[in-house]
């Protein structure tokens, strides 16, 4: 099992699900966040005062999916989020130990 | 003719006249009401067209009866003032708190509504207990006299005098649309030492400044002996004496340009350089949190400056509407103003930049109020927009003081604009209402803008010292007793939780 937490564009929130539906993912968390890579911020001004916002507003989706899920859905999120220009945002996969349903105790692959 | 002249020129002020009024009304606090049939100056000549012209007399005197009915003050007049002191209060509450509650970081947000709320009431009772009678009574050139302190004898048919001859409104009317003057005007200052001020302060400065700063500036340039009294030159050069300083010298003041706004303004200027700057000034953040309410207080200024301005005629006339006119234009051209200016200096046009012209806009037309045409109006206001948007900017960072929310670069800068070029629109030669005679009861043929320009500038100079000193003094005693800003870790977690114990927002 794996975890896909990817940082995307705030618009493209609606592509990303969709194409992840698609997929055979059938669950996701979001998560308003803001942050900076290679994309520039922009300058704000107030009367005199200048501000550089470093930080834009992006979303972060975390995903669990199974390994056989993982191509598939890892190609879903490339796929919808792409815009080509920078600030796209990025893809982490990270490895997980358990996993739980609360309601049943079902575990892993079978709690997904 | 020279003394005319010098006369007319000290009956300039509109406010000063009702002033006046009220001062001959004062003398008769007891007799109230009743204003007594005036035998003096029945001036029936019809000088003033469409103003009915009766002397107010002293209801105590009632001299030679000559058979003339007391002045009654007329509905339209008493409704007009009624409604613009409503809308007048309106202009702080909500109006100033949330044009500059939106300005402030979201944990700051209630401190501003709150100092707002409560710096305009604490002033609406020191004006019912003393501030009205120590500015709108007769004292001397600087402070008025007791003869309305704890309101003695101010009844529902006590009258106050116009700038029309015969013409009165209740002084009641007259009292409490000064009172919201002066409340906005304490309300004004507290945006530029916005959070990081103690409130305690904040509170104890309000009283020492309205009752040294606000009070006697009301009283130098609106207080004199009211119309009636100018019945020959003799009896003007009496009345004249008895008038504030600067109206004496025949300042042009229509609603407030020096005694609200730049009263305010360098009053405010001294709190930001004494409690020092907000903690990371310059380093951190501190864009403003909600520019929604900044608009919205904006709007709800310009709206209720209908009755600061237009109100201040004290009558519904022609007078009144030219005013009403001019608070709708000027602030027009100041948004077009500080907007071209801020899209061509700054590369974008911003919404808080056309919120700032039209108060940028409304400040400088307010001293010329009813003195200056529609297009002496476009042109101060197009002048005050490009102005105070270097006040703002430019002159901030030459002055270096955190002035949180720019008080004195839009009513600092914008109040002296209009203060001086009133003295050059009101000029008949060029569409302003030039000056009247009391006497004459006409204008004053000739007018030296230069002249008035000079006048307009002592004006705005004893206002800078008179005020600045005040404020000065009070901070320094506000220090001494309370101390002027919370402390650091107060002030970084927010005043709305620090101070108030509540917030406005959750997060």
């Known amino acids: 099992m794996k975890l896909i937490t990817a940082i995307i564009r705030t618009f493209k929130l609606d592509e990303v699900r969709d194409a992840l539906a698609g997929a055979g993912v059938n669950g996701l968390t979001v998560t308003e966040v803001k942050g900076y890579g290679r994309q520039k911020g922009h300058t704000e001004l107030y009367r005199g ?32 989020a792409r815009t080509d220009k920078v600030g796209d945002g990025k893809i982490f996969v990270t490895a997980v130990e358990a996993v739980i349903r609360i309601r049943t105790g079902e575990i892993d692959d079978d709690a997904i | 003719m020279n003394h005319v002249h010098a006369l007319t020129k000290r009956l300039a002020s509109p406010l000063a006249l009702v002033l006046g009024a009220l001062l001959v009304f004062a003398s008769n606090t007891q007799a109230q009401s009743e204003t007594a049939p005036a035998e003096t100056a029945v001036t029936a000549t019809a000088a003033e067209a469409a103003i009915p012209t009766e002397a107010v007399a002293e209801p105590a005197t009632p001299a030679s009866t000559v058979d003339v009915a007391a002045p009654v003050a007329d509905k339209g007049d008493t409704a007009w ?111 530029a030492f916005a959070e990081r001020a103690k409130f305690a302060a904040v509170l104890v400065f309000t009283v020492l400044w309205f009752t040294f700063a606000y009070t006697p500036m009301a009283h130098m340039v609106w207080f004199f002996a009211g119309p009636d009294a100018y019945t020959s030159a003799e ?29 305010a303004a360098i009053a405010g200027l001294v709190g930001a350089y004494m409690i020092g700057k907000r903690v990371g000034y310059g380093r951190e953040s501190m864009k403003p949190h909600n520019l929604t309410f900044t608009m919205a207080g904006a709007s709800m200024l310009w709206v209720g400056w209908f009755g600061f301005n237009a109100g201040s005629a004290l009558e519904a006339n022609g007078s009144a509407a030219l005013a009403f006119a001019n608070t709708l234009v000027a602030p027009a051209a100041a948004v077009l103003a500080w907007t071209l200016g801020e899209w061509v200096t700054k590369g974008k046009p911003s919404m808080l930049g056309a919120a700032s012209g039209a108060v940028a806009g409304l400040v400088a037309i307010t001293p010329a109020g009813g003195f200056v045409g529609l297009g002496g109006a476009l042109i101060i206001g197009a002048v005050g927009g490009f102005a105070c948007l270097w006040g703002v900017t430019g002159l901030k960072r030459l002055m270096g003081a955190d002035d949180a929310l720019d ?101």
Request: proline content about 2%; glycine content about 12%.
């Open chain 1, 49 to 80: 005062a200048e501000y550089v916002v470093d930080f834009l507003p992006k979303l972060k989706i975390e995903a669990v999916v199974s390994d056989a899920l993982l191509e598939a859905a890892l190609e879903a999120i490339q796929s919808s």
């Open chain 2, 235 to 263: 009896a003007a050069t009496a009345a004249n004496a008895t008038a504030g300083y600067l109206f004496q010298k025949g300042a042009l003041d229509f609603a407030g340009g020096t005694v609200v706004h730049i009263n």
């Open chain 2, 81 to 191: 003032i009624l409604v613009c002191t409503a809308i007048v209060i309106f202009m702080t509450l909500p109006g100033l708190g949330l044009f500059y509650g939106g300005l402030v970081r979201s944990k700051n947000m209630l401190s501003i509504l709150m100092q707002c709320f409560v710096v305009f009431s604490l002033v609406v009772v020191l004006w019912t207990l003393y501030g009205y009678s120590l500015a709108f009574t007769t004292g001397n050139a600087f402070f008025g006299g007791g003869d309305r302190l704890l309101m003695k004898g101010l009844t529902a048919s006590s009258n106050g005098a116009t700038f029309s001859k015969g013409v009165v409104i209740p002084e009641l009317a007259f009292f409490a649309f000064q009172a919201a003057f002066a409340a906005i005007t304490c309300a004004l200052i507290v945006g």
């Open chain 2, 407 to 507: 008080v004195f670069g839009v009513h600092g800068i914008g109040g002296i604009v209009g203060a001086l070029l009133t003295g050059v629109f009101a000029a008949p030669s060029l569409g302003g209402s030039g000056i009247w005679d009391y006497v004459a009861n006409d204008v004053v043929p000739e007018y030296s803008i230069g002249g008035q320009v000079l006048i307009q500038a002592t004006g705005v100079g004893v206002t800078l010292l008179w005020s600045g000193i005040v404020a000065l003094i009070a901070f320094k005693i506000a220090d001494l007793l309370v101390g002027l800003r919370v402390s650091q870790e107060q002030e970084r977690e927010g005043l709305d939780i620090s101070s108030h114990g509540e917030a406005a927002y959750d997060h």
